[in-house]
Nanobody
Framework: QYHLVESGGGLVQPGGSLRLACAPS????????IGWFRQAPGKEREGVSG????????QYTESVKGRFTISRDNAKNTEWLEMDSREPDDTAVYFC????????????????????????WGRGTLVIVSS
């Protein structure tokens, strides 16, 4: 069964950096748009960032713009979320998700407020921002 595996979570001090990775299990990411979502305790799941299968289109939620960078390396079948200048409000479980949008859609990705548009999910990796 296809799913994703996140890694790289942990404890980081405010202002610090962390790099999350997302790798597929059982399939190749080449044709999939990728989204990162997070869920903090007591809050709903929130879209954080997304990248098209070509890697030429990216999205960020307003609160992480200028601090987070999403990237992918299809040759390595892996995608990353680089998180800099971490803030305590970034504490959450981070999930990656994948969806294939069909022929000619390599530069597209679903809106971050539509998690239901994504087909495959990981189990998440916990990030704690605390001093």
């Amino acid at each position: 069964q296809y799913h994703l595996v996140e890694s790289g979570g942990g404890l980081v001090q405010p202002g610090g950096s962390l790099r999350l990775a997302c790798a597929p299990s059982g399939f190749n990411l080449d044709y999939y748009a990728i989204g990162w979502f997070r869920q903090a305790p007591g809050k709903e799941r929130e879209g954080v960032s997304g990248i098209s299968s070509y890697g030429d289109t990216t999205q960020y939620t307003e609160s992480v713009k200028g601090r987070f960078t999403i990237s992918r390396d299809n040759a390595k079948n892996t995608e990353w979320l680089e998180m800099d200048s971490r803030e305590p409000d970034d504490t959450a479980v981070y999930f990656c998700a994948a969806v294939v949008l069909g022929p000619g859609a390599g530069s597209r990705l679903p809106p971050l407020d539509l998690p239901g548009a994504f087909d495959y999910w990981g189990r998440g990796t916990l990030v704690i921002v605390s001093s």
